[in-house]
C-alpha cells in the first residue's frame, strides 16, 4: 500500500493569496496559498505564532480573510467540514453517542434518525461499546477518539485537526497516530493537521506545509511519498530518519528566516 501525492485528485478547496491582520496590526497570515486535493493528508507544521491555527480558522470559515480567499470546489453543504481540535471538548453531562449526535442535532436532526451513523462512526475510532459511557468514564485517548468520532460522522469532506494528540502521552499519541493513518487511508477522507511535531508530521502526511512566523507565511513544501505501510517499521526506517531530518531542516530554515 502507498501513501504518496495523487496530484490529477479533484481539488476541495483553495486558499488564493489569503492574508489575515488582525485588528493591532499583528499580521498572522501573509499571502497563504495552498490546493488541497482529495485524500491529501497535509500537515501545517511550525514553531508557536506562525499562523497555523489562524489558517485553520479562516478554512473553516470561522473568521474571513483581511485578502486573498478560500474557495471550496463545488458548493459547500452542512456537515462538509468536520473539526477536532487540541481538547476533545465533550459534553461531560452527556453520552459518548450524544456527544457524537452534536453537528447533526445542531441542524435539527433527531437522534433516533442517525443512530446508526453515529455507532458507524463510533465503531471507526474503535469505541462501538463505549456509546452509553459518560466522558468522565473515558481516558484521554478514548475521549480524542470521541472527538474524532464526532468530527467523522457526518462523512466530511475536509477534517481540520488543530495539534489534537498535543495533549496526549507519547505512547498513546504514536496509537492514535497509526490508527488515524488507517482511518484516513480506509475512508480515503482529506485531512489538514496543525502540528508543532516535525515526527507526527512525517509519520501522517503527504504534504508537509513549514510555515515561518512574523508574518506568518508558508515557508517551504515538502511531500513525503512513502512506498509501503506506515506502521512502526516504517518509524525506526533509515528513510522516515531521513525525512524527519529534511523536515527540520526546513523548519529550521523557516525559523532562521525571522531574522
Ligand atoms: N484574535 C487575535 N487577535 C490578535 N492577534 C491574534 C489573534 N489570534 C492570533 N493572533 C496572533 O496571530 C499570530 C498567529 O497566531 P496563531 O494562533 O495562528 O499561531 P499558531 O501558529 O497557531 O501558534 P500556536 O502553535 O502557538 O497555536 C500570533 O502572533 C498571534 O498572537
Redesign the pocket.
Known amino acids: 500500500m502507498t501513501q504518496a501525492s495523487d496530484m490529477t485528485a479533484p481539488t476541495v478547496l483553495r486558499m488564493e493569496g489569503v492574508s489575515k491582520v488582525?485588528?493591532?496590526g499583528?499580521t498572522?497570515?501573509k499571502d497563504m496559498n495552498l490546493t488541497v486535493r482529495q485524500g491529501d493528508f497535509i500537515s501545517l507544521l511550525?514553531?508557536?505564532?506562525?499562523?497555523?491555527?489562524?489558517?485553520l480558522?479562516l478554512i473553516a470559515g470561522l473568521m474571513h480573510p483581511t485578502a486573498g480567499r478560500v474557495q471550496w470546489e463545488g458548493s459547500q453543504q452542512a456537515g462538509d467540514l468536520g473539526v477536532v481540535f487540541q481538547e476533545a471538548t465533550l459534553m461531560p453531562w452527556a453520552t459518548v453517542a450524544k456527544n457524537v449526535w452534536l453537528p447533526m442535532r445542531l441542524r435539527g436532526v433527531k437522534f433516533g434518525d442517525v443512530e446508526a451513523q453515529i455507532h458507524d462512526a463510533l465503531k471507526m475510532v474503535g469505541l462501538e461499546n463505549f456509546a452509553n459511557s459518560y466522558p468522565r468514564e473515558l481516558s484521554g485517548g478514548m475521549k480524542m477518539r470521541v472527538s474524532i468520532a464526532r468530527a467523522l460522522v457526518t462523512k466530511p469532506r475536509l477534517i481540520l485537526m488543530d495539534?489534537p494528540f498535543a495533549a496526549l502521552d507519547e505512547i498513546t499519541r504514536n496509537k492514535m497516530n497509526r490508527d488515524l493513518m488507517d482511518l484516513q487511508k480506509t475512508l480515503n477522507c482529506t485531512v489538514i493537521f496543525?502540528t508543532?511535531s516535525v515526527f507526527e508530521s512525517v509519520f501522517l502526511s503527504n504534504r508537509i506545509v513549514v510555515?515561518a512566523?512574523?508574518p506568518?507565511r508558508v515557508a517551504h513544501e515538502l511531500r513525503v511519498d512513502v512506498e509501503g505501510p506506515r506502521d512502526e517499521d516504517f518509524r525506526t526506517s533509515a528513510e522516515y530518519a531521513a525525512l524527519c531530518r529534511a523536515a527540520s531542516d526546513a523548519l529550521s530554515d523557516a525559523m532562521g528566516e525571522q531574522a
Do not use: N
Not at 511550525?46 to 489558517?55: N, V
Open positions: 488582525f485588528a493591532g499583528v498572522a497570515l511550525g514553531p508557536s505564532g506562525c499562523g497555523k491555527s489562524t489558517a480558522r495539534e496543525v508543532h510555515m512566523p512574523r506568518g
